[in-house]
């Protein structure tokens, strides 16, 4: 059998199990994308090869998942929870930094890589919670909202607290704090940009030309191209794909857009994504340092949700809500093992503290669902 069809057959397989593995998490009560991940450690054991083409198409997946919940967020309530979610991703970066840092400095004694350590907690990977919301139903709640405003808020500032960091222990190694922030500056400033003339332009052809059909197609371009871009400039490609859904968000197709581009996603690319998260798991690795990388977790989903739920708490949300809000900041996946390896290829950490990160990974990945699940249906 050539390459090519064992391609094919690897990438039905995995669409199989993970249609068997969400369907039975369902049957438990649990969200599907719980099933999904627990497929993925369960191939990633032996079973088979995480190739490039497979991770790839896994990326398409977690860049549509964001696009979705652009395109399912109201901007007249995003820009009302601009305060809340500054408040929500400050508290969400502080305490976990801090307590984080200061609990592998007590540990290891050795102060550059418990500060990157620290820094490796504050990231926030909000394709999990934004799945698990979006199975509930509650994506387009106040607190998932609020959420999402604090996730993209908690993403810039970890890049600059990344670079700060790495120009501080590896001076030859970032780029200038000024020369990031310059650049996500400019992000933004395209974004808005793009919104005004997209805006300009469906105005001035809606009603020479019929478009409705190409709109998809359209978002398409506009999600893959602003992903790409997001990405060069240094902010994640999950960011500029939720903007881009925002932009089509504001547009009279956002519900055929929304339809047709959720048809395509979760059938294909997104369970493809979670099963992908699970195949990237070294179980080997991970239990190698259970010990300390259990109470280094403790500490982390605890510093998040008390750091994100205070803030939320501050914001004016109900208790409830808040603990709602600080799990749904909890999850740690790609962004917190991209931020590691780069610490591992810098020297600031070492094979044990990369492992640490995996094992957090996993644990907060797995919990996330349920723990968010059971947040909204408590009394």
């Not at 083409?53 to 998942?65: A, D, K, M, N, P």
């Not at 901007?75 to 809340?84: A, F, P, Q, V």
């Not at 501050?314 to 740690?332: E, K």
Request: a neutral charge; hydrophobic letters at 55%; glycine letters at 10%.
């Amino acid at each position: 059998m050539n390459s090519e069809l064992i391609f094919i057959f690897d990438i039905a397989i995995i669409l199989l199990l993970a249609l068997l593995g969400g369907m039975l998490a369902k049957k438990l009560n649990q969200p599907e994308v719980l099933g999904q991940i627990i497929v993925g450690i369960i191939l990633g054991a032996g079973l088979m090869t995480k190739t490039n083409t497979i991770e790839e198409i896994g990326q398409i997946g977690v860049i549509f998942l964001m696009f979705i919940a652009g395109l399912e967020t109201d901007i007249d309530e995003l820009k009302d929870s601009g305060r809340s979610s500054s408040l929500i991703a400050l508290g969400g970066v502080l305490v976990p930094g801090v307590l984080v840092s200061s609990t592998m400095y007590l540990i290891t004694k050795d102060f550059e890589s418990s500060i990157f350590m620290g820094i490796v907690s504050t990231a926030t990977s909000v394709s999990i919670s934004v799945q698990t919301l979006k199975e509930i139903g509650h994506l387009r709640s106040k607190e998932g909202v609020a959420i999402l405003g604090a996730a993209i808020m908690d993403d810039v500032a970890g890049i600059i607290m990344l670079t700060l960091s790495i120009g501080i222990l590896k001076p030859t190694a970032g780029s200038s704090l000024t020369m990031v922030i310059s650049k996500i500056l400019m992000f933004f400033l395209i974004v808005y940009i793009l919104g005004k003339l997209l805006r300009y332009i469906l105005i001035k052809i809606d009603n020479r030309i019929k478009i409705d059909e190409k709109m998809v197609s359209l978002a398409l371009i506009v999600c893959l191209l602003l992903a790409f871009l997001s990405e060069e400039l240094g902010v994640a490609a999950i960011t500029g794909a939720f903007f881009a859904g925002v932009l089509f968000s504001m547009t009279k197709y956002r519900n055929n857009i929304t339809y047709e581009i959720n048809r395509i996603a979760s059938l294909f690319f997104v369970p493809i994504f979670f099963v992908v998260i699970g195949m990237g798991v070294d179980l080997k690795l991970a239990f190698s340092v259970i010990g300390m990388g259990s109470f280094i977790i403790i500490v982390a989903v605890l510093a998040k949700i008390i750091g994100s739920g205070f803030g939320a708490k501050f914001s004016g949300f109900g208790t409830n809500a808040s603990l709602q809000i600080g799990i749904g900041m909890v999850p740690r996946a790609e962004v917190a093992i991209i931020i590691s390896n780069l610490g591992l290829s810098l020297g600031i950490i070492n094979q044990k503290m990369m492992a640490i990160t995996i094992l957090m990974v996993v644990s907060t990945t797995l919990l996330t669902p349920s723990m968010l699940k059971w947040s909204f249906e408590r009394k």
